[in-house]
T-cell receptor, first 113, second 118 residues
Framework: DQQVKQNSPSLSVQEGRISILNCDYT??????FLWYKKYPAEGPTFLISISSIKDKNEDGRFTVFLNKSAKHLSLHIVPSQPGDSAVYFCAASGKTSYDKVIFGPGTSLSVIP | GAGVSQSPSNKVTEKGKDVELRCDPI?????LYWYRQSLGQGLEFLIY????????KSGLPSDRFSAERTGGSVSTLTIQRTQQEDSAVYLC????????????????FGDGTRLSIL
């Protein structure tokens, strides 16, 4: 049973527009959430994270929103650029670094020039 | 500094053979993970080493899979009697292990080993 879900396998967005990637989780013990970006033939790279004590974290063009009551988080990319085209993985873990990290299945984002 | 290094980058072998995949984590990182990504699928957790504690092996798909981490650094993932369904990209990641609540640190991934079983 998937504990971290990304229900959209793919998403296409025009360059300059906002990309919104969604993630849902089922385990109420999750307290730390991350987004990773993966290009073909490379390992995933860390993008942005948020802990459950916050509902928003922003880093440049990337913002992550967390709604704990809905067990939902989203990644906003604005403005989207062609170089953002990649697979985006949502991940979650417990409160400490001793807790295992669980990944979602990923969403493939295509930013069209 | 050097990132997570995995070797080999590609491995092709015949069904039934054993394979060993190696991971060199970032120096000082005490947590090490192995994941598997099959074609068109997400990241499947395999095993997690955390410092000196017993590893979390809950993701290993069968007893043909095993992993070791010697000296708290290099890790080897071994697949015995390989099957065609073992074909996938095997990814290793490491992270610094802090202490206390909200001490989580993001993982750093290697580029993976692409394993093909003929």
């Amino acid at each position: 049973d998937q504990q971290v879900k990304q229900n959209s396998p793919s998403l296409s967005v025009q360059e300059g527009r906002i990309s919104i990637l969604n993630c849902d989780y089922t385990n109420s013990m999750f307290d730390y959430f991350l987004w990773y970006k993966k290009y073909p033939a490379e390992g995933p790279t860390f993008l942005i994270s948020i802990s459950s004590i916050k509902d928003k974290n922003e880093d440049g063009r990337f913002t992550v929103f967390l709604n704990k009551s809905a067990k939902h988080l989203s990644l906003h990319i604005v403005p989207s650029q062609p170089g953002d085209s990649a697979v985006y993985f949502c991940a979650a873990s417990g409160k400490t670094s001793y807790d295992k990290v669980i990944f979602g299945p990923g969403t493939s984002l295509s930013v069209i020039p | 500094g050097a990132g997570v290094s995995q070797s080999p980058s590609n491995k092709v072998t015949e069904k039934g053979k054993d394979v060993e995949l190696r991971c060199d984590p970032i120096s000082g990182h005490t947590a090490l993970y192995w994941y598997r990504q099959s074609l068109g699928q997400g990241l499947e957790f395999l095993i997690y080493f955390q410092g000196n504690s017993a590893p979390d092996k809950s993701g290993l798909p069968s007893d043909r899979f095993s992993a070791e981490r010697t000296g708290g650094s290099v890790s080897t993932l071994t697949i015995q009697r390989t099957q065609q369904e073992d074909s996938a990209v095997y990814l290793c990641a490491s992270s610094f292990q802090g202490t206390g609540a909200y001490s989580n640190q993001p993982q750093h991934f290697g580029d993976g080993t692409r394993l093909s079983i003929l």
